[in-house]
């Protein structure tokens, strides 16, 4: 908060707004219905006053027709004040859901625009909890707090003018105890805020260690080590409930020296009001009124100051929402985009050199030139910048600097819808999503049939292995694939780059190892797809570099080899010795 | 509903009293001071302000006693509060604690069966969320209690001045806390709805950034976004449904008190008229009432409470209740310093019950040997190590190690003998040696030497902080072949007597792999090694083979003997170089 950089709470919320403009749509509407709510609520009790005061303590005996006249009107005023509160308590509940909808579905949809560094697996629970814990946070605080402060305001507003009416001197008083009495409570809430902190922090450790506990429970099972995980975990709890105790006993004690003051002030009030009112010409009548008066000014400022607190942490939240929308997208679709010839796709890198933000160049100046209908397999070490090298040619990264071109295109030119129908990438670790093995091959192509599905794993043949799922195509694959094995997720993958049928293809072959059998069919799926089409693949095989037509070799992003399998071994460097060690392990004994 | 909710509110006060005790005295003292800063006020109205301003006597003697006294009453209200929200944070959050190491001790001893049926963020959610859930209603619990003794005085206190208001009081709260429980009941369904859609918007979430490069590649981020939309909506729609409800009760609720304070002054007016109650009778018990609002809206909020924490409390029942513990006998291990002998007989083993994974396996390790588990993809081979260290029971038959039943050991005894090293790699929020070490007592050179033997010292090395460079979520990022390095490092510092590896170097160079395995053949590890393998160069280091096929033991013998003997395990075997030559053939066709 005390950081000069960040956003205001109150510009985070204008600006939220107009991202999302249901938030405030009939927001003067539901102001004025809560003002209503509350003013009709302080007549109640001033119709009864006035009651007590002429009918019942007055001298005469009691009119019972006329109290229950005026008795009927404060009812009427109930009532309308009930009907005031529940409308614009509603329309609260339906802007701020239909806001906060809208919200989410646009940091949702921005979430997919960023750039895969910013996708990195370290950081996506992250950016989950912007589109749910985040906006769940201001859900809470728009429909509870907001009112809340809503409703408070006006009380505050109704009383100090009734105060005024009855004497502006004892007003200024009230004021200037007033006004202390918010200081304090202000700073309070900052001496809280840095408990709160300490809370957090406990309560993300043993959120950590608790996850750990579960989640790697077949390791601590496997070693025995339940009680040392245990210990683990009580500690962190005892440590997180510790400090909660200690922030509630602060927390009361903060607040109940406010209630002191709010003490003090009616015997200062009272004090001066005896002592001048005289002279000011207050009557007993008006001094009385003036403590009730002073009660319901001070009662909500406590509540207000809490309720700024819960605003802070709605609008950090709504401020790392907002972070997201501000991340530029870097790679967008280019406005009068160019379409792709349909024949003839190659690839050529110009002086292309990529590096992670801050961090050593992964490819420098890689100059290279694939030819349409070229099969080329790219090979080296881990960290030598062939997957960089993939995902450049796809557009799914863009360079640091240099050119890369598609189809005598260059690549940032090309309409997306045009460039996605064209190139498809595959990726390492094939992702499924939840649902059937036909679903999942769709998604490389919408409105794709089961029978269409199942006929592509005919052509890549995969007949047998897809008649032994249970349910052939209509096989769930369960969360993330996790009912298929990862050389069967290879499979799928494959099959939904088929039915996409792109004209190039880049392909990051799995590094994991799959049983000998499911490899091989995984290769021969993989030519087929290859079969007629430009192909980069990122080989990880033996077999795969040595079925290619050319193979590039990388080392410490750099092209140090290019040429065919047969003359690369011929020249004895790079590619001869990854070579060797691959046939060491393929072939040993 | 409500007596489930009372009996659950009812059963955390036992366990906690003391904290409930000081929380209820707070409450009681602060309603209290709530009467007497009334009482006080009318008093000082009587005696100072009317006499001074309305008669014009002097304030002498009267002022600061009665400025003295308000204070004095602010000085028992805020002893109130601060009790009354101390006790109910001590007792809130220590409940909380208890529930959450319940939970986890619980968790910790449940067969891995049980945690296989459920994921491990619905587990986290019901020790996280539920508990708190479960255990809110703590929070306003003490001060309703203080304020029902509040409320049940003021009935008292009315219906022995007169019969007739003491009914219309009680009437009125009647009506309320029936409205409240209606409330309580009809919302709860919409309610758990609304938990039910949030859950679905956090899975598309959660699997379309997991998946976004996949979207990315394929185009695919409209269609994403449009899925997305349609379950944001949905939940959109159930919240204001759940909420609009809930906002009407609050409406009604919180206009009631109003109502019979009206109520009261007409009846009352008509008993004064009637000279059964006098004025000031009348006027004592309207400012009373008065005094009940925020009582009786507490008792209301507790209601919908106690509901809601009904509900979150019957998730973390239904995992404290789960009876699928692992049992343990007495058997401690032996040190002898040689690899364990490990034997199966006519084991079968299924996930599910009507779905057998292995059958009748009956396979005989002899003790120091390194035994290969090979076989086609869903064979069993993953299954049969993981019934190897006891991560999971046989249905029927007996694993054995050096002759004695797994199941007989006592526990964390077996953790000793058999080390499991899986192929996915779980890493600790830790340091790279408290990874290896899992908290246990050994010296650094141990793990220096293990870390060498799982080919891991040279990048451990090259860490920012060597060994003490901190690794798992929070840490530093390792690839995967080099956790799985640090993973069996952390099997092998343990020098264990039988050492199972399932698959567990897959993403590891296959140069280094090699190494490694050749490496632990030369160790002078007292392990009998159990490899379950996918590489002809981790097959050919075995002194012997399992082969499987279907959950079925078909060969085991040395790699020869199975080529000879066993069809299945030569055509997998060759299955890569007979693929090779034919590719090698059509490429010679081709050109030729």
Known sequence: MADRTTMRTSTALRRSFGVAPELRRGLVATLVLAVIGTGLQIVVPVVLQQVIDSEILGSAAVDTASVTRRGLIALGAVVIAMGARYLSLRRLVVSSASGLAQLRVITFRHLHRLSLLDLQSERRGALVARVTSDIETMQQFMEWGGMGMILGFSQVLLAAVVMLFYSWQLSLVVLAGVVIYTLLIVYFQRVLGRAHDRVRERVSDSLAVTGEAISGLQTVRAYGMEDVVKGRVDETLDRQFSAEVRTAILASSLFSSAELFAGALTAVVIGVGVVFGADWGLSAGALVAFLFLVNLLVDPIQRLVETLDQAQSAGAGLRKILAILDTE?????????????????????????????????????????????????????????????AKLATRLLVPSSGVVEIGGVQIDQVRFGSLRSTVAFVPQEGFLFDGT????????????????????????????????????????????????????????????????????????????????????????????????????????????????????????????????????????GVYASLHRDWEGAVTSG | MLGGGLRLTWGFVKRRPWSFLVAVT?????????????????????????????????????????????????????????????????????????????????????DLAWHDRRSTGDLLSVSEVDTNQGTFVLAPFPYATGSLFLLIGTIVLVALSDIVLGGVILVGLLVILVIDVSGAFRTFGPFVE???????????????????????????????????????????????????????????????????????????????????????????????????????????????????????????????????????????????????????????????????????????????????????????????????????????????????????????????????????????????????????????????????????????????????????????????????????????????????????????????????????????????????????????????????????????????????????????????????????????????
């Open chain 2, 194 to 592: 609304v938990q039910e859609q949030r859950g679905v918007v956090s899975e598309i979430a959660h699997e379309s950034v997991d998946g976004a490069l996949t979207v990315k590649a394929l185009g695919r981020a409209d269609e994403e976004t449009e899925r997305f939309r349609r379950a944001s909506d949905e939940l959109r729609d159930r919240l204001i449904r759940v909420n609009s409800m809930w906002v009407g009760y609050r409406a009604v609720v919180e206009s009631l008190p109003s109502v019979i304070t009206i109520a009261l002054i007409v009846f009352g007016a008509y008993r004064v008229a009637a000279g059964a109650v006098t004025a000031g009778d009348l006027v004592t018990v309207s400012y009373l009432l008065s005094l009940m609002t925020m009582p009786i809206s507490l008792l209301g909020f507790v209601i919908w409470e106690m509901a809601h924490s009904m509900a979150a409390w019957q998730r973390v029942r239904g995992v404290l209740d789960a009876e699928d513990l692992v049992e343990h006998g007495d058997a401690v291990a032996v040190d002898s310093g040689s690899g364990g002998a490990v034997d199966s007989s006519a084991v079968t083993f299924g996930y599910a019950i009507d779905d057998a994974v292995l059958h009748d396996v009956d396979i005989d390790i002899l003790g120091g040997k390194t035994v290969a588990i090979v076989g086609p993809t869903a064979s069993g081979k993953s299954t049969l190590a993981l019934l190897l260290a006891r991560l999971w029971d046989p249905r029927s038959g007996e694993i054995t190690l050096d002759g004695r039943d797994l199941r007989d050991f006592a526990r964390s005894e077996l953790a000793g003998e058999v080390a499991f090293v899986a192929q996915e790699s779980f890493l600790f929020d830790d340091t790279v040696e408290g990874n290896i070490t899992l908290g246990s007592d050994i010296p650094r050179g141990d793990v220096i030497a293990a870390a060498r033997l799982a080919g891991a010292e040279r990048f451990i090395d090259e860490l920012d902080y060597g060994y003490d460079t901190r690794i798992g979520e929070r840490g530093t990022t390792l690839s995967g072949g080099q956790r799985q390095r640090v993973a069996l490092a952390r099997a092998l510092v343990r020098r264990p007597r039988v050492l199972v590896l399932d698959d567990a170097t897959s993403a590891v160079d296959p140069s280094v792999e090699t190494e490694i395995l050749r490496g632990l053949r030369r160790s002078e590890l007292p392990s009998t090694v159990v490899i379950v393998a996918y590489r002809r160069s981790s097959i050919a280091l075995a002194d012997e083979v399992i082969y499987l096929e279907d959950g079925r033991v078909l060969a085991q013998g040395t790699h020869d003997q199975l080529l000879a003997s066993t069809p299945g395990y030569a055509r997998l075997l060759r299955a890569y170089e007979h693929d090779m030559a034919e590719r090698e053939r059509n490429r010679e066709d081709a050109h030729g």
């Open chain 1, 329 to 389: 997208v870097l790679i967008k679709d280019p406005v009068g985009g160019v379409e792709l010839p349909e024949h003839g796709i190659g690839v050529r890198f110009d002086r292309v050199t990529f590096a992670y933000p801050g961090g050593p160049d992964v490819l420098h100046d890689v100059s290279v030139d694939v030819l349409p209908g070229q099969r080329v397999a790219v090979v080296g070490e881990t960290g030598s910048g062939k997957t960089t090298f």
């Open chain 2, 26 to 110: 707070g409450a009681i003292l602060f309603v209290s001071a709530i009467v007497a800063s009334a009482v006080v006020v009318g008093r000082v109205t009587d005696e100072l302000i009317i006499p001074v301003l309305r008669d014009g006597e002097s304030t002498e003697g009267k002022l600061w006693p009665a400025m003295a006294l308000i204070f004095a009453v602010a000085l028992w209200k805020a002893f109130g509060i601060t009790l009354r929200r101390s006790g109910a944070g001590w007792l809130q959050f220590g409940t909380r604690a208890d529930a959450r190491k319940a939970l986890i001790d619980h968790q910790m001893h449940l």
């Open chain 1, 437 to 572: 093995i036909a679903e999942n091959v769709a998604y490389g192509r919408p409105g794709v049939t089961d029978a269409d599905a199942r006929r592509a794993f005919d052509d890549l043949g995969l007949a047998v292995w897809i008649d032994s799922m249970p349910d052939g195509v209509r096989t769930n694959v369960g969360e993330r694939g996790s009912n298929l094995s990862a050389g069967e997720r290879q499979l799928v993958a494959i099959t939904r780059a088929w039915i996409a049928d792109p004209r190039l293809l880049v392909l990051d072959e799995a590094t994991s190892a799959v049983d000998p059998a499911l490899e091989v069919q995984i290769r021969r799926a993989i030519e087929y797809l290859t079969e007629g089409r430009t192909s980069v693949t990122i080989a990880h095989r033996l077999a795969t570099a040595e079925a290619s037509e050319r193979v590039l070799v990388f080392d410490e992003g750099a092209i140090v080899e290019d040429g065919s399998h047969a003359a690369l071994l011929a020249l004895d």
